[in-house]
C-alpha cells in the first residue's frame, strides 16, 4: 500500500462477478470497502471480510469515493446519485449506454466540482500499454492498419445481455475495449463501418452472434475490430495486431501469457471477465491504483472520463451504420436516431 492511499474508504455498489477482480485490488491497496447491492452484498462481504451499507445514501454518507460495478443499464443513474452527494467516481465500462447520457453525467461532474473515471481496464494490460508505448514511440513508424479480436463465450442467453436497448450488445458490452484501443493506438476516428451476423432483431441481440467495425482514424490508419459471442464454453481470447511503416506489434491471449483465463460462475448469462494473472500484477490493481491516485488529486490517468464516452459513441455509430448498411461520417454523426 502506497502512502499516497493510507486510510482509503471506498463504496462499491454492485456485488456480481467483476466485484470480486475490484474487491480484491482495494484489499491488496488496503482500502477499507463498504458494499451496497439490491443482490448479493452480504456474501460478498462475509467472502472478503467487508462491511455492508443497507443504503445507497448510508453508503454515500461514509465513503471517500465509489466504485460502480452494477449491470449496465444503472450506471447513470448510480453515477448521478454519487455526484449529487459530491462523491468523485469510479464507473465500470459503459459509463452510460448512449453518447449523450455520457455527456450528461461528464457535465454534472464537472459542474459539481467532482471527478469521474470510466474503468477500461484493458488500457491497464501490460502488452496493449506496451503497444501504445512502442507505438508513441514511434518504433513501428507511422500506423497503417490495425486488428483487434475479442471472444467470450456468450451472456445473452438469459438476462439483461440479451436485452440490446439494456446492454448495447455485443458491440457495447465486448467491443468497447476494442474500439478504445483503436483510438488509443491508432487516432482519433473519421469514419465508421459495421456489419453484424446474426442482426439483432426487434430489439434482442442473437445469443450466438459475431459483429465486424471497420475504423478510418484521422492519422491515415485503418482499423478492424472483431467481437464474438460464442457458444457456451467458448473460451476467452483476444489480441491484436498492429503494423507500421517500419515495424509490426502482435499479441494474442492464447499464448503463454496467465492473462487467458474467464470467469463466468458456471451460468449461461453471467458476466464476462480477466481475472487476474498468475505471472504478474492483476491489470484491475494497475488501473484501481492509477484511478484512485488521480482521485486524490494525483496525475490524470491513462483513460479519462471523455474517453469512456467516446468509447460509447463509437458503438452507436457502430448500431447506427449496421442500420443503413452504410459508413458513418463521425464528423456529422448524430446518434440521437439509433435505435436497439
Not at 448510480?78 to 469510479?90: D, E, F, P, S
Not at 507511422?142 to 456468450?154: C, G, L, Y
Request: glycine share 10%; hydrophobic share 45%; charged share 15%.
Amino acid at each position: 500500500m502506497s502512502e499516497e492511499l493510507a486510510d482509503l474508504t471506498v463504496g462499491l455498489i454492485g456485488a456480481g462477478n467483476i466485484a470480486h477482480v475490484h474487491v480484491a485490488a482495494w484489499k491488496a491497496l488496503g482500502a477499507r470497502v463498504l458494499v451496497h447491492s439490491l443482490e448479493g452484498a452480504e456474501d460478498l462481504a462475509e467472502q472478503y471480510g467487508l462491511e455492508v451499507a443497507p443504503s445507497l445514501d448510508g453508503l454515500l454518507t461514509d465513503v471517500e469515493f465509489v466504485d460502480i460495478v452494477t449491470p449496465s443499464p444503472t450506471h447513470k443513474e448510480i453515477t448521478l446519485a454519487a455526484i449529487k452527494a459530491g462523491k468523485n467516481v469510479i464507473c465500470e465500462k459503459p459509463l452510460t449506454l448512449t453518447a449523450a447520457d455520457s455527456q450528461e453525467v461528464i457535465a454534472a461532474a464537472e459542474a459539481a466540482g467532482v471527478r469521474l473515471y470510466p474503468a477500461h481496464v484493458v488500457r491497464f494490460f501490460p502488452a496493449y500499454k506496451a503497444a501504445y508505448d512502442a507505438i508513441q514511440a514511434e518504433r513501428i513508424g507511422a500506423v497503417a492498419v490495425a486488428r483487434f479480436f475479442r471472444q467470450a463465450s456468450s451472456p445473452a442467453g438469459a438476462g439483461w445481455y440479451g436485452d440490446v436497448a439494456r446492454s448495447g450488445g455485443v458491440i457495447m458490452d465486448l467491443m468497447v475495449h476494442d474500439l478504445d484501443q483503436a483510438r488509443w493506438l491508432c487516432g482519433e476516428v473519421t469514419s465508421v463501418y459495421a456489419v453484424q451476423n446474426p442482426p439483432t432483431v426487434d430489439g434482442i441481440s442473437p445469443v450466438n452472434v459475431a459483429a465486424h467495425v471497420t475504423l478510418t482514424h484521422d492519422t491515415g490508419a485503418i482499423s478492424h475490430c472483431r467481437a464474438t459471442w460464442g457458444a457456451t464454453g467458448t473460451t476467452f481470447q483476444s489480441g491484436f495486431q498492429v503494423a507500421g511503416a517500419s515495424g509490426v506489434l502482435k499479441y494474442t491471449s492464447n499464448g503463454d501469457t496467465g492473462f487467458n483465463e474467464e470467469l463466468q460462475d458456471g451460468a449461461v448469462g453471467g458476466d464476462l471477465l480477466i481475472p487476474a494473472s498468475t505471472l504478474g500484477e492483476s491489470p484491475y490493481l494497475t488501473q484501481l491504483r492509477e484511478l484512485a491516485l488521480g482521485l486524490r488529486g494525483g496525475a490524470d490517468p491513462r483513460v479519462l472520463a471523455p474517453d469512456g464516452a467516446t468509447a460509447v459513441y463509437l458503438a452507436e455509430a457502430a448500431r447506427a451504420s449496421m442500420q443503413t448498411g452504410r459508413a458513418v461520417d463521425m464528423t456529422t454523426f448524430d446518434p440521437s436516431g439509433v435505435v436497439a
